[in-house]
């Protein structure tokens, strides 16, 4: 299984990104997909994730900026970034929660993709 994340670069503050990440491999099912992100000298922490029916969830500096979402059939997940700060640069990873076989599970990271915010 591998996920490939895109997407990512310099804006100015206030501007926009969106970010794309597409599983493949031997993939039956993939349960959560999510975007975490990682400062210089922060830990690694979840930005947003999105169930296989949709449910999502925000880490609180990012909702009603940041929207994720996914298309269940090409395992690809997305996060539009919006009125991007400063405070949004990081390196962004991308996520999967799946299911390679009826019983098998794994969780697999993306190779990050840098976001950088200019003020």
């Known amino acids: 299984v591998q996920l490939q994340a895109s997407g990512g670069g310099l804006v100015q503050a206030g501007g926009s990104l969106r970010l794309s990440c597409a599983a493949s491999?031997?993939?039956?099912?993939?349960?959560?997909m999510g975007w975490y992100r990682q400062a210089p000298g922060k830990q690694r922490e979840l930005v947003a994730s999105?169930?296989?029916?949709?449910?999502?969830n925000y880490t609180d500096s990012v909702k009603a900026r940041f929207t994720i979402s996914r298309d269940n059939a090409k395992n690809t997940v997305n996060l539009q970034m919006n009125s991007l700060k400063t405070e949004d640069t990081a390196v962004y990873y991308c996520?999967?929660?799946?299911?390679?076989?009826?019983?098998?599970?794994?969780?697999?990271w993306g190779q990050g993709t840098q976001v950088t915010v200019s003020s």
């Open positions: 996520n999967a929660d799946l299911m390679t076989g009826w019983v098998a599970r794994g969780v697999y």
């Open positions: 491999g031997s993939i039956r099912i993939i349960n959560i």
């Open positions: 999105i169930t296989s029916s949709g449910i999502t």
